[in-house]
């Protein structure tokens, strides 16, 4: 079954403006992990940004914040003032002991 | 060399070939894993190995043989693949191979293409 989930399967910004990617995800655990990753074409997948499910506050990571709800399972990526550098795809996924499950991911686009 | 290695970058193979891919991570983790990535499907968990043991194995083709001699480095054995195979193969590695905070390293990948 689908545990992560990314509804937008594009998205555009505007250089300097913020975005906000979406992801929810499914689990009846109490105890996980939740995490974005950027990949550029390049291939290779970048670590921006962590949640633990215990966590009270949302994780900020320079111009990276999670915007995590629990209750809504939902663990929101934001970008703040973009970049064209950030123009990439960016994958939300869930770490519950082993078991690491990726959502299909969002293609972000930067416009000048 | 920094972070997580991959060799070769890419990769094009028949059917009938034996190949090997090459992944070495340099950041003292205990955890490595191979990962296979395809057109349009998420990213698909492969192998887990922790500590040079194998601890998981999702349903994976018996094409595909992993390696781990050390925990510094992993090996993906190719024998007799499938055109479906062509994928982006990502190794990673973590601290520990359990944990629901642990952060997992990726390598850039080895494109694969099987004609």
């Known amino acids: 079954a689908q545990k992560i989930t990314q509804t937008q399967p594009g998205m555009f910004v505007q250089e300097k403006e913020a975005v906000t990617l979406d992801c929810t995800y499914d689990t009846s655990d109490q105890s996980y992990g939740l995490f974005w990753y950027k990949q550029p074409s390049s291939g290779e997948m970048i670590f921006l940004i962590y949640?633990?499910?215990?966590?009270?506050q949302n994780a900020t990571e320079g111009r990276y914040s999670l915007n995590f709800q629990k209750a809504r399972k939902s663990a929101n990526l934001v970008i703040s003032a973009s970049q064209l550098g950030d123009s990439a795809m960016y994958f939300c996924a869930m770490r519950e002991g082993r078991d690491m499950r990726f959502g299909a991911g969002t293609r972000l686009t930067v416009k000048p | 060399e920094t972070g997580v290695t991959q060799t070769p970058r890419h990769l094009v193979m028949g059917m009938t070939n034996k190949k090997s891919l090459k992944c070495e991570q340099h950041?003292?983790?205990?955890?490595m894993y191979w990962y296979k990535q395809s057109a349009k499907k998420p990213l698909e968990l492969m192998f887990v190995?922790?500590?040079?043991?194998?601890?998981e194995n999702n349903s994976v083709p018996s094409r595909f043989s992993p390696e781990c001699p050390n925990s510094s480095h992993l090996f993906l054995h190719l024998h007799t693949l499938q055109p479906e195979d062509s994928a982006l193969y990502l190794c990673?590695?973590?601290?520990?191979?359990?944990?629901?905070?642990?952060?997992?390293?990726f390598g850039p990948g080895t494109r694969l293409l099987v004609l």
């Open positions: 949640q633990g499910s215990y966590d009270e």
């Open positions: 950041l003292g983790h205990n955890a």
């Open positions: 990673a590695s973590s601290q520990d191979a359990r944990g629901d905070q642990e952060t997992q390293y």
């Open positions: 190995y922790s500590l040079e043991e194998r601890v």
